[in-house]
């Protein structure tokens, strides 16, 4: 599980990234655009007791896939207990550069 150094955001970002880990990412020969990917990530990042607003999901999911990349998304069993090793070193990225790049939203 990925851990975030400060403590305020990143307990929304933690559970956003705990969230991505329990994706089930359909694994089929059908492709996703990098849109259904976020959507379908977005989403996930919205949903459960620390889910994130629908800005910071949005963000958070521009970053999970920039630092990962929509190739390597494709078919990914992301239903796992950890990211598969291909991919952590992005979703640590991700998550690290949601922390400063995804703005609370306000009202």
Not at 63 to 92: F, N, T, Y
């Given at each position: 599980m990925?851990?975030l150094?400060?403590?305020s955001l990143?307990?929304g970002?933690a559970?956003?990234?705990?969230a991505l880990?329990?994706?089930g990412?359909?694994?089929?020969?059908?492709?996703?655009?990098a849109?259904d990917?976020?959507?379908e990530l977005?989403?996930?990042?919205?949903a459960g007791g620390q889910?994130?607003?629908?800005?910071?999901?949005?963000?958070?999911a521009d970053?999970v896939?920039?630092?990962v990349?929509?190739d390597?998304?494709q078919?990914?069993?992301?239903?796992?207990e950890?990211?598969?090793?291909?991919?952590?070193?992005?979703?640590?990225a991700?998550s690290a550069r949601?922390?400063?790049?995804c703005?609370?939203?306000?009202?």
């Amino acid at each position: 599980m990925l851990l975030l150094m400060r403590p305020s955001l990143p307990l929304g970002v933690a559970a956003a990234a705990s969230a991505l880990l329990a994706l089930g990412a359909c694994s089929s020969n059908n492709e996703k655009s990098a849109v259904d990917i976020k959507k379908e990530l977005s989403t996930t990042f919205q949903a459960g007791g620390q889910g994130l607003s629908k800005d910071r999901a949005d963000c958070f999911a521009d970053l999970v896939i920039e630092e990962v990349g929509v190739d390597k998304l494709q078919g990914v069993d992301l239903s796992a207990e950890a990211p598969p090793k291909e991919i952590e070193g992005g979703v640590a990225a991700a998550s690290a550069r949601a922390v400063t790049e995804c703005e609370p939203s306000s009202g």
